[in-house]
Each structure stands twice: as structure tokens, then as C-alpha cells.
């Protein structure tokens, strides 16, 4: 194929696709998912999802007037296509990368992009205030939300729905549905009705029959019989029907991979004056048979080929995977004991937990909130339940964590999964939970240095019998060398290496950042003293006195300065003579996409930098 022959290279906005015909829009289709395929597989990102969607972007973007008309992605890992044809074509290929493109909606990337969108459930919400203030401003611009079904049983999601109906004329509401859970005999019924359904004809002709009764004076008794009858009629075969009583109209489901049946619905749902739910059904992965099979698996990923669909093979130990290891071996000990997780089952290491106590084990979708109540609830009950979240999620449900759990003094126990930075992003950076949770009472804050420590405080935290947080980030969970085995004692930290010219405290893995810092002291000359923190609340505050009284204290952590280890150990010594003190961690400014490493270097956050900072302070304290 020659480039002239590449339609995807000629569009360099919405506008460009509108003129294409359905057979030049099915092979612009096939060209984007092919572009997908490439980039994500060099890059790493989001693949299942946004193979998913490309039919039904293009659609979106062919009826609506973008960017006058907004569409708003909930979660916004789906959003590839919506990217390639509306300007960033080109900045595509370098999709998560440090200072390239944004694999999440960003406003400040593009404005096609009207809201930022990285945690389920928030589309409805943000589409309803977008269109409410649009009827404010006398404007008549359009507002869709493209929601998939899993975020679609989020409370969030439930409340946006519920309150549509006021201010939101013409809202639209896109159910993008990937579970294929329509059964065939109720499911040809209802597209085939859908099809008269939808039309924009149809809804000329109720309009039609309601005028034409009400200017009689018995019509209007006749119109309302013959109303009630149609929505008994389809509430019977249609699956729309708890959308219907919401106030929406419902259209669907529709074939999310039929551009032209997508068009054809999306414009006569233009003319509805009621909110309007549409229907979608796609199939994740679609066009790439790897992803097709194992959805999920290729839902994010790293790099990997794309002619075979593999990864590169990893022979360490994840704190995902030693997690899931340590928290069988404690349900084999206790039967007592679940785990609870929020549509993350592979993610947090819970898939084995599952097969080996499938009645023990709860996927509540995503829905946080009711996760940590419902984990409240079997606390209360008497059992003792582990839930396991991502750092970035946990922020969702935090006057719940207060609410139900701290408040109570319930035994639950917290796993908090991908702690500190990542890829992905400010939306997903694990870099704020802590200053949140510090403050909360009853709660004891743990993070393990490695997999052993990891399966220690878990132990731990079974006989604690109190809330308690066990917070880990992505990657290695390999054992320490020289870093020991002291036993855990509550509020105690770890003396991993011992000398008298500057004190590194390491908070949770940044004992390995610490241990680096020490050896290259070491070279130089000086002697470090390394502590494995362990904890951060209750605190090791008698330690940090006496090592603040002769040697400077340098801190690190994996998380924002203000609100975690630097933060303590500012409020320990803020009226205690000392030999100075410097954080390491992350700011209060917005961190973007890349990788930790770039981050690291870019905010230097590195053992280089950290090792020039400690001898300098050294040499100012003699």
C-alpha cells in the first residue's frame, strides 16, 4: 500500500472523516487498529479496550460536530482512536512516553479533549454538568458519554444516571457493552426493534400521534393508553427498561462494530428532547486474535511482539505476585479470613486466591466505596477480610476507610497495590494516599522493603486485629541482601546498616535506592547509617531523635513529600535540635506520564543525586 493509498495519514481532524464513505471508514478502521497494534507494542498501553472502540469512534466523531459538541470517555484508556484522528496523528508514536503523547484524555494535550478521565464511573457525572451549563449559556452544543459496562455499576455512575434527567435535555449516554451478555433469541428480538425503535422516524411519529390526539378533548385519555401499552410492549423485550424509568430514552443494543447502523442511532438520538441511552455491544480485542482470546490480559500491558502476542518474560518476584502468595498461605492458616478487590482480581494478585477459595473471595467491580463498607460489614461480622486496591483507587473510598473502618476500629486489612509512581500518568500515580491516611485513627501504616516483609506484616497485621495498611509499589519484590531479618515489633523501624556520618531512612522499597546511596558513600569515605522504616504510623520517633541528635537525616520515599515520611519526620524534629534534614520523594506539582526512571531523573530522585546531596550535607555538618 502506498502512502497515498493510507487514509489514516490524511486525517488531521474529526472534520476529515465526514465526508469518507462506510466502505472508506471500514478501512480507515482497519488501518487505526493496525496503528493501535504497533505503537502499543512498542510503547506499552492499553490495548483490548481501544481495538474495541475504533468502529464506534469513528461513528461518534462522523455525527457529532467535535470539538463544539463534547464526548466525554469514562475511565479514558479507550480513547487511541479518538487521539489518532483528531491531530496527534503523529505524536501518536510516542504514546506514555516522557513528554509525548497522554495515554488518558488531557485537556491541556488537545481540545477534543473537554475532561480528564483516569478512575471508572465519573462520564455520566461530568456530561451532565457539561450539558446542564451548556443550557445555561443558551448554547445547543451536544454532550455524549461513552461509558463501558463495567464502570457502569460505580456508584458514581448510578448517581449521575439518576439525576440526567434535570437540565440535561439531549444528553447522550454511549453503554459501551464488551461482556456480549445479550442472549441470541432476546437479542435478535430487540436489535430488530430496536431498528424501528430508533429511527428517527419513529420518534417523528410519536410526536406526530401526540399532537394529533391532544387537540381533541377525549384524546388525551386515548394518548395516554396508548402510551402506557408501548412502554409495557417494550419493557417486556427490551433490556432497556431500568434506563427507561430513569428518564432516558434507550436505543440499543446496536452492533458496536456496524459503522453505519451506529451512525444511523446516534443521529436520530439527536433528535430526542429526553435524555437518550444508547446500547452498544463490542468485543474487546477485536481485529487482533491474541487480545481477542485473553482480553484481559492484553487489556494494559508493557511492550511485547505484536506478531505473537507475547511479553518478554520476567523471572522476578512482583509485590503483586508476592502478595497473592502470602495472602493464600494466610487463609490456609485462618479460615476467617477473604479477600476483596474492585474489578482487579489478576492486577492485585488475587487470581490464585480466587481459584483456591472461590467462596472467600469477592469481586465487587468497580465500585471502592462499597468495597471497604462491604469489608467493613464483614469485619463487623467477624471475619476478617484483606482488600486489595491500587494506591490511586483507594482515594475513591477514603471517608469510607474513616467512616466505617477507623472509626470503628474494624479488622480489615488493606493491601495498596502500585504505591508511588507509575506510566500511566497523574491520573494513576500512587503518590497521594498517604498523605490522606497519616491523620486516620486506629490506623497502623506498614510498607515492606521486600516479599519476605511483605508475608511478615501480613501475619502481622492478622494478629493485629485492628485497620491496618500494607502499601508496595509495582515491581521487584526480590529479597534484600544484608538487610536482615529483625523481627517486627509495632512502631519500630530497622537498623539495616549501621554508621556515624549521615542517617538514610528508607520508606518501604527505597531501601534498595538507600543501600545504593550507602555503598557509594562507602567509596568515598563516609559511613551511613540505613534504616528500613517500616513504619509509619505509630513512628519510630525515638530513633529519629537519636539519630538526628549527631548526623544529618536524609529521607526517602515513594510518595509526596508533604504528606508522608518527610512530613512525620519534619513534625518529630520541628522543636528538637538537630544536624539538618533533607527529603526525597515527589512535590506537590502535577507529575506527568513517562517512565520512573525519566521521572527519577527529571525530579532527581536518583542514588547520583542523593549521593552528592548526603556528602555535601556531611561536609557542612563537621
Known amino acids: 500500500m502506498t502512502e497515498s493509498d493510507n487514509i489514516l495519514e490524511k486525517i488531521e481532524s474529526p472534520a476529515d472523516i465526514r465526508g469518507l464513505s462506510l466502505a472508506e471508514l471500514e478501512k480507515l478502521s482497519a488501518e487505526i487498529r493496525a496503528r493501535i497494534i504497533s505503537v502499543v507494542a512498542r510503547n506499552g498501553g492499553h490495548l483490548a479496550p481501544n481495538l474495541g472502540v475504533v468502529e464506534l469512534t469513528l461513528a461518534l466523531h462522523s455525527v457529532f460536530d467535535t470539538p463544539n459538541d463534547k464526548i466525554v470517555w469514562d475511565v479514558g484508556h479507550q480513547t487511541y482512536t479518538h487521539k489518532l484522528i483528531s491531530g496527534r496523528r503523529e505524536n501518536f508514536e510516542t504514546l506514555r512516553q516522557f513528554g509525548g503523547c497522554s495515554g488518558f484524555p488531557n485537556p491541556g494535550e488537545s481540545e477534543y479533549d473537554c475532561f480528564i478521565a483516569g478512575h471508572g464511573g465519573t462520564a455520566i457525572s461530568a456530561a451532565t454538568g457539561l450539558k446542564a451549563a451548556a443550557e445555561l449559556r443558551g448554547s445547543n452544543e451536544r454532550v455524549v458519554a461513552v461509558v463501558g459496562d463495567g464502570s457502569f455499576n460505580c456508584g458514581i455512575s448510578l448517581e449521575g444516571l439518576n439525576n440526567a434527567r434535570v437540565g440535561c435535555r439531549g444528553l447522550i449516554v454511549v453503554l459501551n457493552d464488551n461482556k456480549m451478555s445479550i442472549s441470541p433469541n432476546v437479542g435478535a428480538m430487540a436489535r430488530h426493534l430496536n431498528h424501528l425503535i430508533s429511527a428517527a422516524g419513529y420518534i417523528r411519529f410519536r410526536s406526530s400521534i401526540k399532537d394529533l390526539f391532544l387537540r381533541f378533548r377525549s384524546g388525551k385519555g386515548v394518548y395516554r393508553f396508548i402510551s402506557r401499552t408501548m412502554r409495557s410492549f417494550k419493557t417486556l423485550i427490551l433490556p432497556g427498561s431500568v434506563f427507561e424509568a430513569l428518564g432516558f430514552r434507550y436505543m440499543g443494543p446496536i452492533n458496536g462494530h456496524d ?256 543501600l545504593q546511596v550507602a555503598d557509594e558513600l562507602a567509596v568515598q569515605g563516609f559511613k551511613a547509617t540505613v534504616v528500613n522504616t517500616r513504619f509509619l504510623k505509630p513512628f519510630d520517633d525515638e530513633l529519629l531523635k537519636k539519630h538526628a541528635a549527631t548526623m544529618p537525616i536524609i529521607t526517602l520515599e515513594n510518595n509526596q513529600i508533604g504528606g508522608g515520611l518527610g512530613a512525620q519526620t519534619d513534625e518529630v524534629l520541628i522543636n528538637f535540635k538537630h544536624c539538618g534534614v533533607r527529603h526525597f520523594g515527589w512535590g506537590v506539582e502535577i507529575l506527568p506520564h513517562g517512565s520512573v526512571q525519566q521521572l527519577r531523573e527529571e525530579n532527581n530522585f536518583t542514588a547520583e543525586y542523593i549521593t552528592a546531596t548526603a556528602i555535601d550535607m556531611i561536609k557542612k555538618s563537621k
Open 259 to 514: 459503522i453505519d447502523a451506529l451512525k444511523r442511532t446516534l443521529k436520530a438520538a439527536q433528535n430526542s428532547t429526553k435524555p437518550v441511552l444508547v446500547h452498544v455491544l463490542t468485543g474487546k480485542g477485536r481485529g487482533y486474535q491474541p487480545a481477542e482470546a485473553a482480553p484481559e490480559k492484553f487489556h494494559g500491558l508493557s511492550p511485547f511482539n505484536a506478531d505473537t502476542g507475547k511479553s518478554p518474560e520476567h523471572n522476578t518476584m512482583t509485590f503483586s505476585d508476592a502478595f497473592g502468595e502470602a495472602v493464600v498461605n494466610l487463609a490456609e492458616k485462618h479460615d476467617d479470613v477473604t479477600a476483596i478487590t474492585a474489578a482487579m482480581s489478576a492486577g492485585t494478585g488475587l487470581a490464585g486466591f480466587s481459584k483456591k477459595f472461590p467462596r472467600r473471595f469477592y469481586d465487587v467491580g468497580i465500585a471502592e466505596g462499597h468495597a471497604v463498607v462491604f469489608a467493613a460489614g464483614q469485619a463487623a461480622g467477624g471475619m476478617r477480610p484483606v482488600i486489595a486496591l491500587y494506591a490511586t483507587f483507594v482515594q475513591r473510598a477514603l471517608d469510607c476507610l474513616f467512616h466505617d473502618v477507623c472509626l470503628q476500629n474494624l479488622p480489615v486489612i488493606f493491601a495498596i497495590d502500585r504505591a508511588g509512581v507509575v506510566e500511566d500518568g497523574p491520573t494513576h500515580h500512587g503518590i497521594h494516599d498517604l498523605s490522606f491516611m497519616r491523620t486516620m485513627p486506629n490506623l497502623t501504616i506498614m510498607a515492606p522493603a521486600d516479599k519476605n516483609e511483605l508475608a511478615e506484616m501480613l501475619e502481622f497485621s492478622y494478629a493485629l486485629a485492628s485497620p491496618v495498611v500494607i502499601r508496595y509499589p509495582r515491581g521487584s519484590a526480590e529479597s534484600i541482601l544484608g538487610m536482615g531479618n529483625t523481627p517486627l515489633e509495632l512502631g519500630r523501624a530497622q537498623s539495616v546498616r549501621e554508621g556515624g556520618d549521615i542517617a538514610l531512612w528508607a520508606w518501604g522499597r527505597e531501601l534498595v535506592t538507600a
